[in-house]
């Protein structure tokens, strides 16, 4: 009795611990949840060239906070691409709202805030290095493997589409945040690679795992929220805060032309 007693103190604790970063987040207000979502701001960040910077072919990943309580939790993430000349961009992410869940669709504007919260920039290929991966990335899309579904947690959900594309497409890379829960997800597997590439993660349905590549650095997931070290350019990542240090790298920065 005494060994049971003790080992639900044990997860008790556990449980505390990975609640103590989103509990701070709601109680210092640090997400955007009040009044209506639907009169929240949603303007472009300024992140996302437009058609009059140039006609090459680009490809970014975003994420940002999503609305409400949930938001002290996680991030929103999606992918937005644009054909050389064209005069729009296509935007992919999977919405709990929608039915089927995964939506690609057009806009200008695909660096909007995400109803109150900015996004940051996670990917931006541009030029050649976008044009190649464009293809693929729609083979990935049109291949997800759980395009009506939707669960916030564990998943699957936004940052588990984000994340499949990311690992179908050679040489597509981002280091999604810590707090991109659901991206460890991996739709029955318990073996991937890394978001961020050049790293694995292993993971039983999203609830228990552990990632260690050289963009993520090392971080461990314990029933849903993830916690981690970076020690490349150094940072501690908390469940719910998120990042604490050096900025991570942006992916396809280094192969513009």
Request: aromatic share 8%; charged share 15%.
């Amino acid at each position: 009795m005494g060994q049971i007693l003790r080992l639900l103190a044990s997860l008790g604790v556990l449980v505390a611990l990975l609640l103590a970063g989103p509990l701070w987040m709601l109680a210092t207000e640090r997400v955007e949840g009040s009044g209506h979502w639907a009169s929240a701001d949603r303007k472009p960040a300024g992140l996302a060239p437009g058609i009059e910077e140039g006609a090459r072919a680009v490809v970014q990943v975003y994420a940002a906070r999503t609305w409400g309580w949930r938001g002290a939790f996680g991030v929103h993430t999606w992918i937005a691409t644009r054909r050389a000349d064209a005069e729009v961009y296509r935007l992919h992410h999977v919405l709990s709202w929608r039915r089927p869940a995964m939506v690609s669709q057009t806009t200008a504007t695909p660096d909007r805030t995400w109803y109150g919260n900015a996004p940051v920039l996670l990917a931006d290929y541009r030029g050649d290095a976008a044009a190649a991966l464009i293809d693929e990335i729609e083979v990935a899309i049109a291949a997800y493997p759980a395009p009506s579904q939707y669960r916030a947690w564990p998943g699957p959900n936004s940052n588990s589409f984000t994340a499949w594309v990311l690992r179908e497409v050679d040489g597509f890379e981002a280091v999604l945040p810590v707090t991109a829960v659901g991206k460890d997800y991996l739709f029955g597997g318990v073996l991937a690679q890394a978001p961020g590439g050049r790293g694995l993660t292993a993971s039983l349905g999203g609830v228990l795992g552990l990632t260690l590549g050289c963009g993520e650095g090392l971080e461990v997931n314990l029933l849903g929220l993830s916690l981690g070290i970076d020690v490349q350019r150094p940072a501690l990542k908390l469940p719910g805060i998120g990042r604490l240090g050096v900025a991570p790298i942006i992916s396809g920065l280094e192969m513009q032309d």
